[in-house]
T-cell receptor
Framework: DAKTTQPTSMDCAEGRAANLPCNHS???????VYWYRQIHSQGPQYIIH???NNETNEMASLIITEDRKSSTLILPHATLRDTAVYYC??????????FGKGTKLSVKP | ETGVTQTPRHLVMGMTNKKSLKCEQH?????MYWYKQSAKKPLELMFV???????ENNSVPSRFSPECPNSSHLFLHLHTLQPEDSALYLC?????????????????FGPGTRLTVL
């Protein structure tokens, strides 16, 4: 089973920041948090990952709480093309990605 | 261009047919994966290969038979499938296997094969 919980769906206005929360209360101290997204009928796409520090790349920012029990993915200026299912993942014991149901983000004009 | 290609993109087959799905990665990775994504269900890991050796089989029925002739190619052979096997089959690769959650192990996914079993 997935080690994370996420809201089922969220809406965001185009051009605004999208903040996607994730709870991972059972995460171990050395486990990474990964974020992927899946646009309809395509393969998942890696977005960002982090361990303890906040991370930023050209796609998004990842904010991890100090106790590491939750994190937030931030898309700073959401566009219609960001409409997708977003997965927050803590790998399983074998290092495999265990996908939950994710958050369906709908960016609206 | 993700560096991982899958063919065919769409496949319709009868329950008595035998078909194969092909995955090829151009990234120089050592690990390859097959996932299944059924309607309204999360992605399910099916098989994992590392350096051409199968390291994981997630209780997949024997009507699905993987083959990994080299680190760049991965096949999924299908025979006597059932209608409930209709799904999106995704291939992925990574540089190496992750060891628990404590090592970076980004996976690159192909576009998938949409399989319909009649």
């Amino acid at each position: 089973d997935a080690k994370t919980t996420q809201p089922t769906s969220m809406d965001c206005a185009e051009g605004r920041a999208a903040n996607l929360p994730c709870n991972h209360s059972t995460i171990s101290g050395n486990e990474y948090v990964y974020w992927y997204r899946q646009i309809h009928s395509q393969g998942p796409q890696y977005i960002i990952h982090g361990l303890k520090n906040n991370e930023t790349n050209e796609m998004a920012s990842l904010i991890i709480t100090e106790d590491r029990k939750s994190s937030t993915l931030i898309l700073p200026h959401a566009t219609l093309r960001d409409t997708a299912v977003y997965y927050c993942i803590v790998p399983g014991s074998q290092g495999n990605l265990i996908f939950g149901k994710g958050t369906k983000l709908s960016v609206k004009p | 261009e993700t560096g991982v290609t899958q063919t065919p993109r769409h496949l319709v087959m009868g329950m008595t047919n035998k078909k194969s799905l092909k995955c090829e990665q151009h990234l120089g990775h050592n690990a390859m994966y097959w996932y299944k994504q059924s309607a309204k269900k999360p992605l399910e890991l099916m098989f994992v290969y590392n350096f051409k050796e199968q390291t994981e089989n997630n209780s997949v029925p024997s009507r699905f038979s993987p083959e990994c002739p080299n680190s760049s190619h991965l096949f999924l052979h299908l025979h006597t499938l059932q209608p409930e096997d209709s799904a999106l089959y995704l291939c992925a690769s990574s540089q190496d296997l992750g060891s628990g959650g404590s090592s970076y192990n980004e996976q690159f996914f192909g576009p998938g094969t949409r399989l319909t079993v009649l």
